[in-house]
Structure formats: structure tokens, C-alpha cells
């Protein structure tokens, strides 16, 4: 069974380096799911030097009208 496996947006930088060895976790425990991160735009470069995410999904944030 492919599992599919979604981390939702840590906010900032500290945040997301103390999420990382979990995510790095979750990967190794089931290698051949596909590991998506839904984050911030700008967090995009910074999530892309991690192989273990297999795809980032933007996600702007709340916005009011």
C-alpha cells in the first residue's frame, strides 16, 4: 500500500528546524510514501534542500476579505 503523508506549515524558521528530524522520521519509516509539505510560499527554498520531501504544496495562509 502507498501511503501518502502531509505535514501542514510550521510557522517560522525555529519551528521548522525542530519539526525536520521528525519529518526526516516519518520518511525513513515509510519509505515509499510520497511526504508533502503544505507551507508559506517563501518557505519553499528551505524545504527543498531536504530529500525526504518528495513535494511542497504553497499555501498563502488565512486572508480576510
Known amino acids: 500500500m502507498m501511503h501518502k503523508i502531509a505535514?501542514?506549515?510550521t510557522l517560522q524558521l525555529g519551528d521548522m528546524l525542530?519539526?525536520?528530524?521528525?519529518?526526516a522520521t516519518m520518511k525513513y519509516?515509510?519509505?515509499k510514501s510520497t511526504?508533502?509539505?503544505i507551507g508559506l510560499p517563501?518557505?519553499?527554498p528551505?524545504?527543498?534542500r531536504?530529500?525526504?520531501v518528495d513535494k511542497f504544496v504553497a499555501f498563502p495562509g488565512h486572508c480576510l476579505i
Open 29 to 31: 519509516n515509510y519509505p
Open 50 to 52: 531536504f530529500d525526504y
Open 46 to 48: 528551505f524545504i527543498k
Open 18 to 23: 525542530c519539526a525536520m528530524p521528525a519529518i
Open 7 to 9: 505535514v501542514f506549515r
Open 35 to 37: 511526504l508533502y509539505f
Open 42 to 44: 517563501h518557505m519553499e
